[in-house]
């Protein structure tokens, strides 16, 4: 059975930081490429990271380009989020990924306010 845990989500102050991870069981966590994805309030569910198997590639949505680092430990089949300069625009629900497939944890809620 494969699963995806989500943890490290919470409330900070816009300019603080996170760090989020994402535990994967079930699978063989080194061949999969690793997503993170978030949903606003109110709105749909959008990527914010991708990062490939190896962890040598990495790809942001705009907005957070230059704030957020996705990573990898096969060691530990984890995938992480490094989320800095947190802005209220940041807030929602982050959920991991497998790209392709429909699996999905069950998400970790962030919000961002004063």
């Known amino acids: 059975q494969v699963q995806l845990v989500e943890s490290g989500g919470g409330l900070v102050q816009p300019g603080g930081s996170l760090r989020l991870s994402c535990a994967v069981s079930g699978i063989n966590f080194s061949l999969f490429g690793m997503g993170w994805y978030r949903q606003a309030p109110g709105k749909g569910r959008d990527m914010v990271a991708l990062i490939t198997i190896s962890g040598s590639f990495t790809t942001y949505v705009d907005s957070v380009k230059g704030r957020f680092t996705i990573s990898r430990e096969n060691a530990k089949n984890t995938v992480y989020l490094q989320m800095n300069t947190l802005k209220p625009e940041d807030t929602g629900v982050y959920y991991c990924?497998?790209?392709?497939?429909?699996?999905w944890g069950k998400g970790t809620l962030v919000t961002v306010s004063s």
């Open positions: 990924n497998i790209p392709g497939t429909s699996y």
